[in-house]
Nanobody
C-alpha cells in the first residue's frame, strides 16, 4: 500500500507563488510517473503537470511557463512550484503516483487565489 501526503496549499493573492509538496510512503519499490491534478468546484479533475521517473514532463497549457514540477526520487517526493498565480488556479490540488501499474492519490490540498 502507498500513501501520499500533500502539503503547501493555502490562500495567496493573484500574482503570488506557492510550492506544493507530496511525499509518498509505504511499500514502494519504484515510483513511475508522479504528478499533480486539480479540481475546481463543479468541474472535472484535470491534469496540471506530471513527471516520469526519468525526468520527462508534461504540463497543461494553462500552466505552462508559470508552474514547474520537480521530484526527488530518493525521497519519493514530488513538488509543484506555482508562480504568477491567477484566480482561475483556485482548486483542490491532488498528487498522484503510479507504482507497479497502480495509481495512488493523495487527499488533496486547497489552493485559493484571490483577485
Amino acid at each position: 500500500q502507498v500513501q501520499l501526503v500533500e502539503s503547501g496549499g493555502g490562500l495567496v493573492q493573484a500574482g503570488g507563488s506557492l510550492r506544493l509538496s507530496c511525499a509518498a510512503s509505504g511499500t514502494i519499490f519504484s515510483i513511475n510517473d508522479m504528478g499533480w491534478y486539480r479540481q475546481a468546484p463543479e468541474k472535472q479533475r484535470e491534469l496540471v503537470a506530471t513527471m516520469s521517473r526519468g525526468g520527462s514532463t508534461d504540463y497543461a497549457d494553462s500552466v505552462k511557463g508559470r508552474f514547474t514540477i520537480s521530484r526527488d526520487n530518493a525521497k519519493n517526493t514530488v513538488y509543484l512550484q506555482m508562480n504568477s498565480l491567477k484566480p482561475e488556479d483556485t482548486a483542490v490540488y491532488y498528487c498522484k503516483a503510479n507504482v507497479l501499474r497502480s495509481d495512488y492519490w493523495g487527499q488533496g490540498t486547497q489552493v485559493t487565489v484571490s483577485s
